[in-house]
């Protein structure tokens, strides 16, 4: 993925995030009860576009975070 692209989406998961009043590690504590093996840490460099994100990743954040890919990929 071009890291523009993650980048935007990184500071999307952050923003929707804290919408939600979530914190990164309240955040991570969901993804993982839902299966998906990922530390605060590895959030963080997602939010900042410093680390992958994957399909399954982003299918979990956006059921989640109640919101549609759309506002996941807003660039």
Do not use: F, P, W
Not at 3 to 12: C, T
């Amino acid at each position: 993925m071009n890291s523009v692209y993650e980048k935007a989406l990184g500071k999307n998961i952050r923003r929707l995030r804290e919408e939600k009043g979530l914190t990164q590690e309240a955040l991570s504590t969901k993804l993982q009860l839902m299966g998906c093996d990922i530390t605060r840490s590895a959030l963080a460099k997602m939010e900042v576009g410093q680390r992958h994100i994957y399909a399954d990743e982003i299918r979990l954040l956006r059921e989640i975070l109640n919101v549609r890919y759309e506002d996941l990929m807003e660039y």
